[in-house]
């Protein structure tokens, strides 16, 4: 198997390392790098054996703790903290600068809609971002910070983006230090490019219902699909949507699953790399995580809508828990619909 340019980045993380091999996570991680892995068992270690299918197609997209630790001070690199700025004062990786993913948003739109494109681009200029920088962004880990702001950061433009697994806590369970000093820049020179593939359409939603070829993949809770917990005017889902919580994604700590274990989680429920996915859930901030995912299993048309999407059955009208209730003639979009919940 050839090395790629970041084949490196993602490591197994310490405890992981520890462990006997499991599949998907051997020696340096999933990146796609051959190694033996040391089990302190006292049985004969055996060689490390790496399939294809056990690597991220996408490896550059993720970096591992102990990869970061070795590259803090790389010239090209920028660090990210995506938390709010109240909680990066209070203690963040060092070097990283702070960018509430919160300032990406248009204040003129409906709730966690994206910024212009000029706004973005001074945005990410004045946390010293280039086109050629190798952008990290981190929240605490299993959070949906990161992943946004890596979502936003690609709908502009930028090719050299990647997310920290674990984020933070994952940072300090690996004896990473903080600190509470703010962390400046010189101006970057970014130029934004939108990419609107990453931002379906309300029309893009509504042709992709019945189409074999599409998918509407569904980031929030089974309670929320199935229409038992309500959270907007509209409850339930969209006819045909498949449900995939967010959440899922992760293992019991703060880390992303390996690859094989989420290929098949997704194939599992037909969202396969043949078809255009379409995330969604309220305002595309738990969706940006499964866009994420995606993209690191290299499915090649993945989008994120960042509206709330509505029209899957009147709160007035139907009770909790009565899911699909529109039929796919009546079903709409419902563009500028806001409520509290991301």
């Not at 006997?20 to 051959?34: D, N, S």
């Not at 309300?202 to 959270?231: M, N, Y």
Request: hydrophobic share 35%; charged share 25%; proline share 6%.
């Amino acid at each position: 198997m050839r090395r790629g340019r970041y084949s490196d980045q993602y490591e197994a993380p310490r405890s992981v390392k520890r462990a006997a091999p499991a599949v998907g996570m051997v020696g340096r991680g999933w990146a796609g790098c051959r190694h033996r892995l040391r089990v302190r068992s006292g049985a004969r270690a055996q060689p490390a054996v790496l399939t294809e299918s056990s690597a991220f197609v996408h490896p550059n997209l993720i970096v591992s703790v102990s990869w970061l630790m070795q590259h803090t001070k790389d010239a090209n690199l920028r660090l990210v903290d995506a938390r709010p700025t109240a909680e990066y004062d209070k203690g963040h990786i060092p070097g990283a600068v702070s960018l509430p993913v919160a300032d990406t948003f248009d204040p003129a739109q409906h709730k966690n809609y994206p910024d212009t494109k000029e706004k973005l681009e001074a945005l990410f200029v004045n946390r010293g971002m280039s086109n050629t920088t190798r952008i990290i962004t981190y929240d605490n880990g299993k959070e949906t910070l990161s992943a946004r702001l890596f979502w936003t950061l690609e709908y502009v433009g930028a090719t050299n983006v990647a997310v920290l697994n674990g984020g933070l806590k994952q940072w300090q369970a690996e004896k990473g230090r903080s600190r509470p000093r703010r962390f400046s820049v010189e101006p970057g020179t970014f130029v934004a490019k939108v990419d609107p593939a990453k931002l379906p359409t309300a029309a893009q939603c509504q042709l992709a219902l019945g189409d074999p070829t599409k998918v509407i993949l569904d980031a929030r809770s089974p309670e929320e699909f199935r229409g038992e917990d309500v959270r907007a005017k509209y409850s339930g889902h969209i006819p045909g949507a498949v449900n995939i919580d967010w959440r899922e994604n992760f293992t019991n700590t703060t880390l992303l699953k390996d690859p094989v274990t989420l290929k098949t989680l997704y194939e599992s429920k037909g969202v396969t790399q043949d078809k255009e996915v379409i995330a969604h859930c309220q305002t595309g901030q738990r969706s940006s995580v499964s866009y994420w995912t995606l993209r690191l299993l290299g499915y090649p048309k993945v989008g994120n809508y960042a509206r709330l999407v509505g029209g899957v059955g009147e709160r007035s009208h139907h009770p909790k828990g009565a899911g699909q209730l529109i039929p796919r003639s009546q079903w709409r979009v419902h563009p500028l619909e806001q409520d509290d919940h991301p």
